[in-house]
């Protein structure tokens, strides 16, 4: 083996330690063992001089990174990453004078990372992301040499951005998420032309955001989480390749551009938690497929413009927490990919559409806190979504302008096909996989009584809010034939009438709030069947009878879930029930369950008697 340059066993599941005599063939330039469960250090003797390419990447290696690595004059790609190596990178990193890409990303590497490697003159992709650095990022980064690729995300970074990362023009890729950078983006990042991704989430930077930075090549921009002030410059309107904003969480103020809307390849919008005032532009309703603008200023009415159904892709939309006005627009009605819909805390007015109950994708509706009037729909046999009790609720979504996304992203995998952040061609392989990669968004929902973030929403979360409306007539009993249900709240309305013995039906039902309304009757006994239902308020109502005590459930509850109702009576509440007062909706037993209780009765009493002689 003194003559074999290349060497390759990756992805066999090869067990144990790395073989000392592998580390040390002398013609060896290329060495791959990733993607096997390689354990224990990496050898220390190594002598194999030519290497050129070291690939030891995700197995379950630890320890340091050996000395001798950091010597290899000819090393030109060095990957460890997923792995569970500690230690610092040292500065004798400098004598890789031919590195032209570091990915050590997903380790246990602390310390400061050293200003050798951004000195590093053939330096083009440096992936140090999950790791346990400390410290300011090196200003000599791209300063040196024609970076690419720059990551270092999830670290405990701080200090400024680095400003020479784009002085020659070359980067693509630049991500410092979550870490606790600060100050504002250097102007030196005019220079970006050719930049496409831009992560800067979860941060203390701020500021007003540099024009500059929306060029024709951008792809994904993130800032959530951070201080920015100031409005989106006009020169979005020039970013048509964009496909994913994020602005979520920070001081951004003033219109929404208009422009945004209409950028060809976007996909989505999140601007939440701002402090954007005006209108919504109808063109913002038109091309995304999630559109998040809650909790800002935004008033006036939900003006969809001239957009046909037809061609609407929006799955998520989320306006709570505004100061919108008018009614609901019936052209919702038709956006038939809706996942998610919140208009909650605004000031809408009008009834609900009879046609919502035709929204077949929809998971999660949540029109609480607003000044909705009139009956609740009744016919809901559309609402394919929330029947669903078997939890994949995206397989029967497709849309058109998947092969435009598939497209999208074969030019990206065209630039960054080594890259091992993240996998877009499996990720767009199928709109089901594409809402998978959706699962980080969350919405706040009340839930169980509180307010709660509840993520993973394309895959079990299942919601109707309507509660603190002025709704009136009776609770449709169609509510019962929605199986996939886990929350349900129509509280402080004015529904009147009983409640359905139907709700009993929704077996996966966890929070049922049904407090402050006019609702009469008997608690129907087929809600004791819902052995998921964790949350129940049915309090301030007129109610009557006893409370059902079936599989424990007057005893799941404190007296508080049944209060304000005078006629109600039984344990958790200290009002005792009169005779007459019964089980309420309680089926009648069987024959044979007569018999049975007879046979109980007979031997409770058979067992005192033994005791009574012994007493006298």
């Known amino acids: ?65 050996p000395g001798e690595i950091w010597s290899f004059a000819m090393l030109r790609e060095l990957l460890l990453w997923k792995n569970s190596l500690t230690g610092p990178i040292p500065r004798n990193v400098s004598r890789l004078v031919h590195l032209e890409g570091i990915y050590v990303q997903a380790n246990n590497l602390s310390g400061e990372i050293p200003v050798e490697l951004a000195r590093l003159p053939s330096l083009k992709r440096v992936w140090l992301f999950q790791n346990s650095f400390v410290g300011e990022i090196p200003q000599e980064f791209g300063l040196h040499s024609e970076l690419e690729e720059f990551d270092v995300a999830l670290n405990r970074l701080t200090g400024p951005l680095p400003p020479n990362v784009c002085r020659r023009d070359t980067l693509k890729f630049f991500s410092v998420n979550v870490n606790q950078i600060s100050g504002s983006i250097p102007p030196s990042f005019s220079n970006c032309t050719r930049l496409e991704i831009f992560y800067a989430s979860s941060n203390q930077l701020e500021g007003q955001l540099p024009s500059s930075l929306f060029t024709s090549s951008l792809r994904d921009f993130d800032i959530s989480g951070n201080r920015f002030q100031g409005s989106i410059p006009a020169s979005i309107n020039s970013a048509t390749s964009l496909v994913f904003l994020t602005l979520s969480g920070n001081w951004l103020s003033g219109e929404l551009p208009a422009g945004v809307g209409s950028l060809p390849s976007l996909l989505t919008i999140s601007a939440g938690s701002n402090n954007f005032s005006g209108s919504i532009p109808p063109s913002y309703f038109t091309t995304v497929v999630m559109l998040d603008l809650s909790r800002n200023n935004l008033s006036g009415n939900v003006d969809l413009g001239m957009i046909t159904t037809s061609r609407s892709h929006l799955v998520f939309l989320d306006l709570s927490r505004n100061h919108l006005t008018g009614t609901l627009p019936a052209p919702l009605c038709g956006f038939l990919n809706m996942h998610v819909l919140s208009l909650a805390w605004n000031h809408l007015q009008g009834s609900i559409p009879r046609c919502f109950g035709n929204l077949s994708s929809l998971q999660i509706l949540d029109l609480s806190h607003n000044n909705l009037q009139g009956p609740l729909p009744e016919r809901l046999e559309g609402l394919r979504g929330l029947q669903d009790v078997s939890g994949n609720r995206n397989t029967v979504l497709f849309f058109p302008r998947i092969l435009d996304w598939k497209e999208i992203f074969t030019q990206w995998i065209q630039h960054f096909g080594n890259s091992v952040y993240f996998d877009w061609r499996q990720a767009f392989e199928s709109s089901r996989e594409f809402f998978q990669q959706m699962e980080g968004y969350s919405i706040l929902l009340n839930w169980k009584g509180k307010f709660r973030i509840v993520g993973d929403i394309y895959s079990s979360t299942t919601s109707i809010d309507v509660s603190s409306n002025n709704l009136t007539g009776t609770i449709p009993s169609e509510l019962g034939k929605l199986a996939g249900l886990r929350n349900l709240n129509l509280s ?27 609702l009469q009757g008997e608690i129907p006994w087929s809600l004791t069947q819902l052995g998921f239902l964790g949350g129940f308020n049915a309090s301030g109502n007129h109610l009557q009878g006893r409370i059902p005590g079936g599989n424990g459930f007057n005893t799941r509850f404190d007296p508080s879930s049944f209060g304000s109702n005078n006629n109600l009576c039984g344990y958790p509440l200290i009002n005792r029930c009169r005779q007459e007062d019964g089980g309420g909706a309680m089926p009648a037993p069987r024959e044979d369950e007569k018999f049975s209780r007879l046979v109980f009765a007979i031997a409770t009493v058979a067992s005192f008697i033994p005791a009574f002689y012994l007493a006298l």
Do not use: C, H, W, Y
């Open 492 to 518: 402080f309305n004015r529904f009147s009438g009983s409640i359905p013995g139907e709700l009993g039906q929704l077996q996966n039902l966890e929070s049922l709030d049904l407090s402050s309304n006019r």
């Open 1 to 65: 083996l003194s003559r074999l340059s290349q060497l390759d066993l990756s992805n066999n599941e090869l067990q144990g330690g790395i073989p000392q005599d592998v580390m040390t063939l002398p013609s060896l330039q290329e060495l791959d063992l990733s993607g096997n469960n390689l354990t224990g250090t990496i050898p220390v003797n190594i002598t194999s001089k030519n290497l050129r390419r070291l690939s030891l990447a995700n197995n379950k290696l630890r320890g340091e990174i």
